[in-house]
């Protein structure tokens, strides 16, 4: 054989004898294929864990029914990066640097030229020739070559790469020992002298050779093959299964266009387990680039946490333990709806978002199939699955299957294509997205009732016991708030201030559409609570959504709060398209507070009450309370357009804020909605802008 010291070019060749003979009358004899690489960082057991290139690869193919070496093929492989080689790797491999920059090939190219020699020699497994590669451990392959080939969009790897025999594996079960995981405790063993080679791929694949020769000759047969998973495969996960707390990992960092097909590549050469990958949802319910991989064994979890800052494109992806616990709570699902829909017979999942709620099965096959392509969904109607929440309304969101990739592939150019007067989103999706969805929608503690859909409807003032009073200034006014914030984020905005908050102190304010307005008072158990809330947090970033907003917060008294929540004080909230009515109640109705009584800091900056014409203005002051107040009948009728004092255009109402006192933690509302008032109304006036 060849050594490196001799080698005239970067390829070494040893030809076989006895070519036509084996082409001919020995196609059922089994060959080895020795293979064995080296990259241009890490050696021995942390190979491949530094996302270093492989620079060298060697094959030795053995005639195993012969016991004869026949063919050695040896070629460097030149790197993208050819600075990355330092003194202290290249003493230890004793790599010739000059060799590896001038070789003309690249990874590609070094494959090709195998899968060349192979075929030349009739020794390709397409002629019918048993030929199975031996790898020294799992690394080769598993955390070198696969990994690279993706990285370097290799299209598809020969089949023979796929399948291996691991030689620690194999001399473990032939010698019934459990202590010898590298090829110098192997040659200890069977009491084999080690060669005197200095350069290190050569010294390897002798080593390997002489083992394989000596199991060989002691009667093994190599029959435990392992595979290597070459696509990800979908599958059902259950709340109720058992999963191995040791063979979950959590990656972050994730592009937020990654599927789980992006996954499995970035982890490719590791087996997955069917389903096995999940990506997690944020709780919008968008993907927020982390991801739960469960892996087929504890020791393809462990080659996975080697990965820890590899990167997908220019992005390092973090890779983490993880629990089964944790696998569980994004994957698990219990929905009957959802398991039928993921029993289909279909290979991908898609996932529409921004559907019309009114949006039915027939819109959906509509969609797909208008257009000069169209395309059909596995079981028609039947297989489109729609997402709701508890109380029936639609989310939005729906799932669809198709039969083939190329299918789906063509579905997916719809993307953001109009489905009435909306566009629709399309994703790939999971099964553990579906099941994920499904459960969220169902978790009552993510589900809040749509304000907007309440009815319209006359509301009790909030009973005086629920609010503070008096001019102590013990509450804060919080102003700018996302619309779509909830009372945990005002909490977390407030950190350690929080803890000053009264039971049922939070009232969050809502205007007369029941959309919130980005405002809320909170009662605090002192002055000095409030004092310090608003001076630390005032123009303070609240981040939320992936967005930051300034904050107001200003210290005020209980009465300045009543004055607002209880309508005595003009508000922005007021809509400015609410026609004239008539009010009924069953109680004296309140008279309104003359605006000259009130302080100017409590007027809102924005819409200040107004009458329509300054000829015909006049203050509240100067209004009768016999005008707008009923004496003693049990039913008050308010004719707003007879009222003595003010502009035939005025209009009268009952003020719609609505607000909910809750506990710090426990979030409530009290609304009763369809129903008429049964305690006194406040009366608001409102006009055009410009006289007070």
Known sequence: ?????????????????????????????????????????????????????????????????????????RQYVRPIYTDVINDEYKEKSGIDEELV????????????????????????????????????????????LHPESVKKSIISLPSYYWSYFDLRLEFEHMYKTCEHNNLNSMLEKL???????????????????????????????????????SNLKQGICTLEDNIEESTVIRARGLPWQCTDQDVAKFFRGLDIEKGGVALCLSSQGRRNGEALVRFSTVEHRELALRRHKHHIGQRYIEVY?????????????????????????????????GLPFDANSKDVIEFFTRGDQPNNIVDGEQGVLFVHYPDGRSTGDAFVMFKTENEASQALLKH??????????LFRSTTAEVQQVFRRSQDPKNFQTSLKDIPFAPLPMLPPEMLTGGNKKDCIRVRNLPIECGIEQILEFLGVHSQHIVAHGVHMVYNSHGQPSGEAFIQMNS?????????????????????????????????DMNHILLGLVPSNLIPTNVQPQTIYSSHRTTSVLPLSTLQPQMYPSTIPISLTTPSQSSTISNMPHSSIQSSTSSTSLVSVPTMNGFHPNTTYYPMQIFYYPTPPMSQSIYLQTGQMPTTPMTLVLRGDTGQY
Do not use: W
């Not at 075929?119 to 020739?129: A, M, N, Q, V």
């Not at 000095?528 to 123009?539: C, D, E, L, P, R």
């Not at 981040?543 to 209980?558: A, D, P, T």
């Open 1 to 73: 054989m060849s050594s490196s010291s001799s080698l005239p070019s970067t390829t070494t060749i040893v030809p076989l004898a006895n070519v036509e003979t084996n082409t001919k009358t020995n196609n059922n004899k089994q060959y080895l294929c020795l293979f064995y690489v080296i990259t241009a960082g890490l050696l021995d057991e942390n190979m491949g864990s530094d996302e270093q290139e492989i620079i060298e690869m060697i094959h030795l193919i053995i005639d195993v029914d012969e016991k004869k070496t026949v063919a050695l093929f």
């Open 101 to 144: 920059v001038l070789s003309e090939l690249d990874l590609d190219g070094a494959l090709r030229k195998f899968d060349s020699f192979l075929h030349e020699h009739y020794l390709h497994p397409d002629l019918g020739i048993k030929l199975t590669f031996v790898c020294e451990n799992c690394l080769h392959l598993r955390q070198c």
């Open 191 to 229: 009491n084999i002298s080690p060669i005197s080679e200095n350069d290190y791929c050569m010294r390897h694949i002798k080593h390997m050779e002489l083992i394989v020769y000596q199991m060989l000759n002691d009667g093994h047969h190599f029959e435990k093959l392992e595979c290597i998973m």
């Open 321 to 353: 333990k993880a629990s089964g616990r944790d696998f569980l709570n994004v994957a698990g699902g219990s929905n009957s709806e959802a398991h039928t829909f993921l029993q289909r017979d279909g290979q991908v999942i898609i996932r529409l978002r």
């Open 416 to 425: 953001k294509e109009t489905m009435g007067t909306r566009y629709i989103e």
């Open 527 to 559: 002055e000095g609570a409030s004092f310090n809330a608003a001076t630390h947090k005032n123009n303070r970033y609240m981040f939320y959504n992936g967005k930051k907003r300034y904050i107001e917060v200003l210290q005020c008294s209980g009465e």
